[in-house]
């Protein structure tokens, strides 16, 4: 079926003259979870993680992914025409290298400019206008060979009240208003789902698992204009704007709007998250100044609100996770419980615990071999059943109303063996020494990183992915710029009210793989002549395993620290678990 999809497509290039297409995962809004009408690289590739890119010519279909896809990717591509290009793999060129040695000049690549970043689509330009090679980037060709393509999302949208939002509209657009001005900026042009839900203060049900709205926004310092469905939009959002105008312009008209932008106007874009369309659409006169989108920045910093909702979120998050695991340990081998059973198990934990919403991104639930699969989805051709052997690995995550979670926990399910005890034990100390960091202010994430990976490269181990991510609140659960990484990729300064990811692992490709995660959440430590330092506070609440823990590679420090978060565990969630759970609870939470 891929290959034929290929073939179609094939066609339709050869027929307007281009060399090469190019088919990003991005929807025109450059979310990394995308809806279905936008999963044209899933379509035309058969692979279905969330990140990658492919490149179609008369000889080759490649695709481009990450270490997190890489086993994943050699399954699903199996089969099929397409090659997999490991990124960052010695000898592996990227999507431009490749395009730029094997297009010949003079010629015609493609794609759809709205699914690709204008800060990518510069980078194209730049690196084959050497060779005289053109862009065709009006249109999506995937339009004219996906049969009964999905439509767009109809979901209604709803307002996410002050009381778990911490601030109002009003006060949003100021501040943007504020950083508009010191940027020089008269005009702002938003398209990034998750900076225009937190500044209207809305939510939806557009992308599955992200509780946002498709739409743009355009911010003047008079007025601004949001670009929607506006059958999405009920009353009780249209009274939050207040004061403010806010015109309400269709969906689609945003490319002509931009258009119109008058010359006098200096225009504030992030090219790392407008759709190059937008950014060619605007008129060549007209100055644009390329920076970060002040909401990125003022989300990612939780406020007093934020930080306590996010807080009573995990505490009921804890509750559910802490009861998944005892009813996993007193129920492997009794019944029969799948890859699959075991996340909807958790899901349906969670459902019970108020303000839910639904999951913040498809579980990743694996059993021994598929858990080394970085992001492994089960399906009902692979789930593997559950054996009172080895380990289980369950990242998973909720959307409430009052919070964002995402955790990881890998369960010993019976008896283990000194490798699997040994690895597990480096992954626990691991993040507990990046959770006991204390730094002073102005450092990133990237100065971090050595801290967790550390104990791992210690030992001459790895895991392929970066160590942390920033949280949104009730909304994406993969927010910039916070994060913690070895590439230097997240080089915002970490500040009070982030909130971080701390998440290493270790994957055996064939034997087991292993991650604990909790969030951290940056805050101010103690301030003196040297500067104001930094600290974090963990606020997942939730046991991890000491059957897989090999007590004695432990230093005294980390054993103090754990029993220190298993005390706190106990403490905070034993007063919502049945007396049956709170005694099995006293176990996994002892002091070692």
């Not at 060399?19 to 058969?46: C, L, M, T, W």
């Not at 008269?186 to 992308?207: E, K, P, Q």
Request: aromatic share 10%; charged share 25%.
């Amino acid at each position: 079926m891929v290959n034929d999809r290929i073939a179609k497509l094939r066609s339709v290039m050869k027929e307007k003259g281009i060399f090469a297409y190019v088919i990003p995962s991005a929807d025109y809004h450059q979310s990394e979870y995308v809806g279905e009408f936008f999963k044209g690289r899933q379509y035309i590739s058969g692979f279905t993680g969330s990140a990658g890119t492919v490149v179609i010519t008369q000889e080759k279909a490649i695709l481009w992914t990450d270490g997190r896809y890489f086993l994943q990717a050699d399954k699903e591509l199996a089969g099929t025409c397409v090659e997999l290009y490991k990124m960052g793999e010695e000898n592996v060129p990227t999507t431009f290298e490749y395009i730029e040695n094997e297009v010949p000049a003079g010629c015609k690549i493609g794609f759809d400019g709205r699914a690709m970043s204008a800060g990518m689509g510069k980078d194209f330009e730049a690196s084959l206008s050497k060779k005289d090679i053109t862009i065709s980037y009006e249109g999506d060709l995937l339009d004219e060979v996906w049969e009964n393509r999905p439509s767009l999302s109809e979901e209604k949208a709803f307002l996410l009240d002050v009381q778990f939002s911490g601030e109002d509209f009003k006060s949003k657009i100021a501040r943007v208003r504020k950083a508009m001005e010191a940027k020089g900026a008269t005009t702002h042009i938003l398209t990034s789902l998750d900076d225009i839900a937190w500044l209207f203060n809305i939510r939806g049900g557009d992308v599955k698992f992200n509780p946002v709205v498709l739409s743009y926004a355009v911010v003047t310092l008079e007025k601004a204009t949001l670009f929607v469905d506006a059958n999405k939009l009920n009353e009780e959002i249209l009274a939050s704007f207040g004061e403010e105008t806010v015109e309400i312009k269709g969906y689609f008209e945003i490319d002509e709007f931009v258009k119109t932008i008058e010359e006098n106007q200096v225009v504030l874009v992030d090219n790392s998250r407008i759709n190059y369309t937008i950014l060619k659409n605007i008129p060549a006169n007209v100055k644009v100044v390329d920076a970060m989108n002040p909401t990125t920045i003022f989300k990612a910093e939780k406020n007093a609100v934020e930080v306590e909702n996010t807080k009573k979120c995990h505490i009921r998050d804890g509750v559910a996770v802490t009861k998944f695991m005892y009813w996993l340990k007193n129920n492997i081998g009794k019944i029969e419980i799948t890859e699959i059973s075991a996340a909807d198990k958790m899901t349906e934990l969670r459902a019970q615990q108020g303000n839910f919403i639904e999951p913040s991104f498809a579980s990743i639930a694996g059993y021994k071999e598929h858990a080394a699969i970085v992001h492994y989805s089960a399906t009902e051709e692979t789930s593997k059943t559950l054996q009172p052997e080895g380990l289980f690995l369950l990242d998973s995550g909720g959307q409430y109303f009052d919070g964002t979670t995402d955790i990881t926990r890998t369960y010993a399910l019976g008896n283990l063996t000194e490798e699997e005890k040994s690895h597990f034990t480096s992954v626990a100390r691991a993040m507990i020494r990046l959770s006991g960091a204390k730094f002073l202010h102005g450092v990133n994430g990237y100065y971090l990183d050595i801290l967790a990976r550390g104990i791992m490269w210690e030992q001459n181990l790895n895991y392929n992915h970066g160590t942390g991510h920033g949280i949104g609140h009730v909304l994406n659960v993969h927010e910039g710029p916070n994060g913690v990484r070895c590439d230097n990729r997240n080089s915002a300064t970490l500040e009070e009210g982030m909130i971080t990811t701390n998440e290493p692992g270790f994957y055996a490709a064939g034997s087991h793989g292993i991650r604990l995660e909790n969030e951290m959440l940056c805050k101010k430590g103690v301030k003196n002549e040297f500067g104001q330092f930094m600290e974090f506070e963990s606020i997942t609440i939730a046991p991890i395993d000491l059957d897989a823990i090999n007590v004695d590679s432990m230093k005294e420090d980390e054993k103090v620290y754990l029993n220190k978060y298993h005390a706190m565990v106990f403490e905070t969630v034993s007063p919502f678990l049945t007396a049956e759970e709170a005694e099995w609870l006293k176990g996994y939470t002892r002091a070692i």
